[in-house]
């Protein structure tokens, strides 16, 4: 079992930054942040592969930047010139296969999430 545990997150202004982290009991082939707001389906922001391969969602290509300690088992998330559409929960996954998957429900453990509120 992989135990992810959060901090971070919390509220600034369109234009501000943020930066989320991940404790991970184990570091896994594929680990990835989702994120999640009222009434939408969550979403992936990036996937991070173990040889440190990114892919990240378009909207937030350029503005956010997924890095890891690998010795650490610890995943950052720097979230740079926010929007109010970054608002939501963010969440620290893990996927126990040798591949990344698209859907959010195929990962096997989760962060408790970190709340992410930008305003206008």
């Known amino acids: 079992e992989v135990v992810l545990s959060q901090s971070g997150g919390g509220s600034v202004q369109t234009g501000g930054s943020l930066r989320l982290s991940c404790s991970a009991s184990?570091?896994?082939?594929?680990m990835a942040w989702f994120r999640q707001t009222p009434g939408k389906d969550r979403e992936e922001v990036v996937f991070i592969y173990r040889d440190g391969e990114k892919r990240y969602r378009s909207s937030v290509k350029g503005r956010f930047t997924a890095s890891q300690d690998n010795a650490q088992k610890i995943l950052y998330l720097q979230l740079d010139s926010l929007q109010p559409e970054d608002s939501g929960m963010y969440y620290c996954a893990a996927y126990g296969g040798n591949f990344c998957p698209v859907y959010w429900r195929n990962y096997d453990y989760w962060g408790l999430g970190s709340l992410v509120t930008v305003s206008a």
């Open positions: 184990e570091v896994t082939y594929c």
